[in-house]
């Protein structure tokens, strides 16, 4: 089974610009979650969608925002990039049809450098 | 979730068992261990996670103390491989809420494996 894959991998943008992630839950999976990961404040949680609809949010400021289609398929959103928005930001996926198991699965990643 | 202490690094020869303690004096009777490692630059990889029970699997095992409030991870024959940063988190089990979705990440233990 294949797993989390999330796209681009690297992605460099200029302040004020916005950005968007996408990821590709692990087949059969209905929960997606998003988290930053910065040298200085580690990995935080950003928020996390299941059917469509965000039911945990991390404390981040309104310019980052998601979204999840009918497949589990998410994006992510930033908007007015500012220096701080670089980051390795990660999707996980959990909660396969089948069964309650929650266990989150992370993908690869998506390296963001704001210049 | 309760707050959960682990070295900042531990060495550990090839071959050797490598074990990783972590201590969560304050977890709740529903709240699981869990186990993640990050290769550098890497989306964090699920080990194992038990809530009261020794837990096996192909990667690794989970030794909970009676009184759960500390656990150890085990990498039997560590190899270089295993050079990561591990983390420890606590969390309750499903809740399909979603209260329970967001992963909660210290600063880990740096296992640095060597020849």
């Known amino acids: 089974k294949a797993g989390v894959t999330q796209t681009p991998r690297y992605l460099i943008k200029t302040r004020g610009q916005q950005v968007t992630l996408s990821c590709s839950p692990i087949?059969?999976?209905?929960?997606v979650s998003w988290y930053q990961q910065t040298p200085g404040q580690g990995l935080q949680f950003l928020f996390e969608y299941f059917s469509e609809t965000q039911r945990n949010k991390g404390n981040f400021p309104g310019r980052f925002s998601g979204r999840q289609f009918s497949n589990s398929r998410s994006e992510m959103n930033v908007s007015t990039l500012e220096l701080g928005d670089s980051a390795l930001y990660l999707c996980?996926?959990?909660?396969?049809?089948?069964?309650?198991?929650?266990?989150?699965?992370f993908g690869p990643g998506t390296r963001l450098t704001v210049l | 979730d309760a707050k959960t202490t682990q070295p900042t690094s531990m060495d550990c020869a090839e071959g050797r068992a490598a074990n990783l303690p972590c201590n969560h004096s304050t977890i709740s009777g529903n709240e699981y261990v869990y186990w993640y490692r990050q290769i550098h630059s890497q989306g964090p990889q699920y080990i194992i996670h038990g809530l009261k029970n020794n837990e096996t699997n192909e990667m690794a095992s989970l030794i909970i103390t009676e009184d759960r409030k500390s656990s150890t991870l085990i990498l039997p024959h560590a190899t270089l491989r295993d050079t990561a940063v591990y983390y420890c988190i606590v969390r309750v089990a499903n809740d399909l809420t979603g209260t329970a979705s967001k992963l909660t990440f210290g600063t880990g233990t740096r296992l640095q494996v060597t020849l």
């Open positions: 087949s059969g999976h209905r929960s």
């Open positions: 996980a996926s959990s909660l396969p049809r089948d069964s309650p198991t929650d266990t989150q699965y």
